[in-house]
């Protein structure tokens, strides 16, 4: 008996350490695994029981309310809450798909973002250890993966002042789409910045610490405020701005602005046109905000003021789910004369059937085809990357299909009888599933003129 309290005691003061390696509502390592090599060699069982002891209790001193932010549009299951979009999952079941029943999408009807055509960069942090730095990535400051109590994706969580810069968007094409998820959480009383920038530069690496070059866009807020401004400058000088405006969905909620503000940014380019939106509301159209003559290659983003953040009240800003495509999608010309469509922008919740509310620009564009063409019949084939086991993955793709055929009909009012439906699953892959890059152009949706 004695031996036992003498190890639990010892086992209590190892937890304390690493207690500190926690963010927010997260515990940043198994506890277990973090004592097993010191434990392996003991025979009875007694560390063991201890551990499962002391780690339940850890889990319950750091577990904080209010961790994850649910979709106000959608009801949502763990497995929807990982954020992955449409990666599937290896513990998923052909009987544990949703049904697609979610909200009428019309309450979207003003959003018309379209994703690029060719997903050439994508980062949701899958092959990066909780606790490390992605590769791929630069920056003149510091962060680390974490993860928000029980959910599975996984975030960029920068600690101070400085920027980070994905090396994967390096040529942006005139028209591309790039697309983001920010967390942000004020927990301190200090006056807080966000901004990202998107600018030509012909040394990337050391232009990342600058704040102010001769040619770029940046849009910036402050935390949790939602207080917005955007600068256009061009060989030094500012040539449009816009230091006024409110961006509701990026005010955080609660008496105190307590509670986190998790939002998706999603970026247009055409041309010297730029369109950002937050969520699905479109908070800027700028004419013109590139310069035609300059090469813009860099997309950078951080935090300013973050350094007077205590560290036992740290505010949080996190980043996830980037998203880097190019080529604006020529629908008409693909599905009419060519005969065979292939979309990448319409995304679905995880392990399930349940499209996102992003969608709806690709969905009406393809509806308004339909409407025009009233003769027109279809297939709606889906496919699903490799994760997860082949039966399931076959029968997640027919559901999405099946789900896809419902909203065209439901919400825009394309006959039935028109639109036939498969699933391939991972059958079919467009690209390698050894990539995240890879698996995210593998899951897509065909629409095949018959």
Known sequence: MKTKIAVFIFIVMIFSCYAQETVG??????AKEKTYDRAEQKGDGTVDKALDK??????????????????????HSEDVESGNQNSESSNTSSSSFPSSKSKSMKVYSKFDFVPGEKIIGFDDFSSTNVGDFPKGWNTNSSAEIVTLDDSNQ???????????????????????????EVFTRYRSNNILEYQFYLLPSSNPKSDLSEEYLNNYFQFKWLGCEGSSSFYVVENG???????GFTVKDLVC???????PAQVKFSIWRQDSRLRIYVNENKVLDIPQAFNSKSKYNVFKIGPKYMNFSESENKDEFMLSNIRY???????????????????????????????????????KEIASILNENPTVAIKIIGHTDSDGDATSNLTLSKNRALAVKNVLASEFKIDESRILTEGKGESEPSDSNKTAIGKANNRRVEFIKL
């Open 25 to 30: 509502g997260r515990v940043a390592k198994n």
């Open 325 to 363: 495509a190019v080529g604006a999608p020529d629908t008409r010309n693909k599905l009419l004369t060519e005969g065979k469509l292939v979309t990448r922008g319409i995304l679905f919740e995880v392990n399930s059937d349940i499209i996102q509310p992003s969608s709806y620009g690709v969905l």
């Open 237 to 243: 000088e500012t040539i449009n701005k816009n230091e």
């Open 154 to 180: 996984k975030w960029l969580f920068m600690t101070k002042d400085g920027y980070f810069q994905p090396d994967f968007v390096n040529n942006m094409r005139t028209n591309f789409t790039l697309e983001f």
């Open 54 to 75: 002391v780690e339940e209790g850890i889990g319950k001193l750091f577990k904080k309310k209010n961790k994850k932010t649910k979709n106000k549009n959608q009801d």
């Open 253 to 259: 909620k609660g008496e105190n602005k307590e509670e």
